[in-house]
């Protein structure tokens, strides 16, 4: 102990004396040295790992107390109440509300289809007139393995309406499209529901100097992949009578891509519509964004093209069974702007991009990196969202995150924001406890959405324990949702949890 003493007093003392050497160097070489040291600290920082500031407001939700195989969840604001928020994840088709915000949420009954066996695929979003849907595929049976239109039993899309926020579903099933069990049929893929809502958000703070109303107010509009035995196309239908009927589906894309739920297929449709009613879509094609518009409601079709090339959309990820990097578009209410988002592995390992217009998709930006970690660091960051905040023009991106594992096989999840038009981007830790996906499907994408500077992220997770206990009824703040008795039974799985955060100067 006096040893240690001893050799902390000297070292005391050697310290003063350094700093006083320090202090009486001439100002041009203390300038050198701090300039070097400096330098130093710049080149370290990135072994040495980056910790991103916590998302202001950040709170964590489990809808599912309870693991199961849980994936794929998408999530929306009412523009008319932004108090209601809805939730929707799959196996089957579930769905979870909100009217306070976010701040909790509760389980609803008597979403998923009755008629089908499986059901899922989910999307949802709220309508002008603040009635929420959720869309969804349903079938008895997958065809051939990634091959899904060989074999395909009856199938379809259908959604479902709720005109009360998400607490109650109409029992009645929609039909979108419908195949029965006959030989040769196709199968129903990846449905994206998107809403002409824009004349809803005005009272929210859009401004009048934004494009002119849209003469398709109230408009849905539902994208997909329909796999065949030769190929893979992307079709869009609309409704014009608040989701009762649909129209007969249009072929979107240019050309067919393959046949198979793999690179050189047509899949990921993501659309977005402006003030004016223009619809705006994208999916991923031959290692392509393909982008095209319409200008009268959906009838009518632009000539698709690619506006965006990536590598390839499909990849590996160590413990993931697969992991892509479909593109999403947005669309900023007040000046026009489109942003699309995407990831590949351009730079070795996974990062993700961002791109923006500012001509209606005629001309695009060069990529910028919405990560902000070091370049070629072998960090993957994946299943990217994008949303582009109606009120206040922001750009959120919810993505899973391996900067904090030096093995890669750990994420978190991050939430970056841009309020410069898509030039740069602030990365946030929504999460900071690691978790590995091995053993279980993780689901092609996660989800966000963003209304007056109030963000929702909506991700799957893969619990190292999670107990079978809980209220399935109501989800809790992550801290009582997930506490656990010691002697509960435990087994693998996934649960859906939701981030909150808020960047709404009051909130501050």
Known sequence: MWDNLHASNHFTHRTIKNWRCFLEMSCPLRSRFLAGLTLLISLCAPLCGQTLPKAPGAEIFSLTPVVGRFTEPAIAVNPNNPQQVVAVFQDNAHASYSQDAGHTWHAAEGVASANYRTSGDVSTTF???????????????????????????????????????????????????????????????????????????????????????????????????????????????????????????????????????????????????????????????????????????????????????????MFAIDTLERANGFPQIGVDLRSGRLYVTWSDYRNGDLDIFCATSTDGGKKWSEPVRVNDDAVHNGAEQFFQWLAVDPVDGSANVVFYDRRGDPKNRKQTVTLARSTDGGRSFKNYAWTTEPFEAGGVFFGDYSGIAAFGGRVYGIWTEEPAAVAEAGNKAEAKPETQAEAKPEAAPRKRGTVIKVGVADFAPAAR
């Open 127 to 313: 309508d002008n007139q603040g009635h929420a849907f959720i869309c969804y595929i349903a079938f008895d049976k997958l065809g051939t393995f990634n091959y899904w239109g060989h074999g395909a039993t009856r199938d379809g899309i259908f959604v479902r309406r709720s005109l009360d926020g998400g607490k109650t579903w109409e029992a009645k099933q929609i039909t979108v499209s419908e195949f029965a069990s006959d030989p040769g049929i196709p199968f129903e893929d990846k449905p994206y529901i998107v809403a002409d809502n824009a004349s809803s958000i005005g009272a929210a703070g859009v401004g009048t100097s934004a494009a002119g109303k849209s003469p398709y107010a109230g408009n849905l509009y539902i994208g997909w992949t329909r796999w065949t035995l030769t190929g893979s196309e992307v079709l869009v239908s609309r409704s014009t009578d608040d989701g009762e009927t649909w129209s007969k589906p249009v072929e979107v894309d240019r050309h067919p891509g393959l046949p198979r739920d793999d690179n050189g297929a047509a899949e990921g449709f993501s659309g977005a519509v402006g003030r004016d009613g223009r619809l705006y879509a994208v999916w991923s094609q031959d290692n392509d964004v393909m982008f095209t518009t319409s200008r009268d409601g959906g009838k009518t079709f632009s000539r698709a093209r690619g506006i965006l090339r990536t590598a390839p959309i």
